[in-house]
């Protein structure tokens, strides 16, 4: 089996066209107008799965900076993910669609399959992403097995890892040895 050929050939799924059709109104009322660009922003917090991986997440208000250099190049931020997330405060061209009434499972995954590009952390939404071939920006990335960037232009950017047994943050070789990759 060819793994090249085949991850070199791969054709992204598509929504059906009546789904889709369905999915560009409800994008018109969010006020996203179909010819403009928008990108999806996933940042992880611990209300939708209170599990072991809390080093996972991140603040939303650290990507505040990268929010306006979206929207002042023209495009929109469609803030992805569920209703207990922190609420982004009001700002133009955001779309902070997890607190809104327009939240779907079909609008989730036309979200994710008509943005520019995925940035965020490695989650859940950059999964259903990749699955679409979308570019990724993936920051404060914790796991080199299961969150690297897939394809070839991807960005991805790891967490600082603080040891409080050596009393430092780990370099990239550290980070790869074991216990620490996973």
Same mark, same amino acid.
């Given at each position: 089996? =060819? $793994?090249?050929?085949?991850? %070199?050939? @791969?054709?992204?799924?598509?929504?059906?066209? =009546?789904?889709?059709?369905?999915?560009e109104?409800?994008?018109?009322?969010?006020?996203?107008?179909?010819?403009?660009?928008f990108?999806?922003?996933?940042?992880? /917090?611990s209300? @939708?799965?209170?599990?072991?991986? #809390?080093?996972? =997440?991140?603040?939303?208000? =650290? @990507?505040t900076e &990268?929010? #306006?250099?979206?929207? /002042? %190049? &023209?495009? $929109?931020?469609?803030?992805?993910?569920?209703?207990?997330? +922190? %609420?982004?405060?009001?700002?133009?061209?955001v779309?902070?669609y997890?607190?809104?009434?327009?939240?779907? /499972?079909l609008?989730? *995954? @036309?979200?994710?399959?008509?943005?520019?590009?995925?940035?965020?952390?490695?989650?859940?939404?950059?999964?259903?992403a %990749?699955?679409?071939?979308?570019?990724?920006?993936l920051v404060?990335?914790? /796991? $080199?097995?299961i969150?690297?960037p897939?394809?070839?232009?991807?960005?991805?950017?790891?967490?600082?890892i603080?040891?409080?047994?050596?009393?430092h943050f *780990?370099?990239i070789?550290?980070?790869?040895?074991?216990?620490? +990759?996973?």
């Amino acid at each position: 089996q =060819n $793994w090249t050929q085949q991850y %070199a050939d @791969y054709i992204p799924p598509r929504l059906a066209y =009546n789904d889709r059709r369905i999915a560009e109104q409800t994008r018109i009322q969010m006020g996203i107008p179909l010819a403009d660009w928008f990108v999806c922003l996933h940042v992880r /917090e611990s209300g @939708y799965r209170r599990d072991f991986s #809390k080093y996972r =997440n991140a603040s939303i208000e =650290n @990507y505040t900076e &990268g929010i #306006k250099v979206i929207t /002042e %190049a &023209g495009g $929109w931020v469609v803030r992805i993910g569920d209703s207990t997330m +922190t %609420a982004l405060p009001p700002m133009d061209r955001v779309i902070d669609y997890p607190h809104t009434q327009l939240k779907s /499972e079909l609008m989730d *995954l @036309y979200l994710l399959s008509r943005c520019r590009f995925f940035f965020g952390t490695n989650s859940g939404p950059s999964d259903v992403a %990749a699955l679409f071939a979308k570019p990724m920006i993936l920051v404060n990335a914790t /796991e $080199w097995a299961i969150g690297f960037p897939l394809k070839r232009g991807d960005l991805f950017i790891t967490k600082h890892i603080f040891s409080q047994t050596l009393n430092h943050f *780990l370099s990239i070789r550290e980070i790869l040895q074991e216990p620490f +990759t996973w």
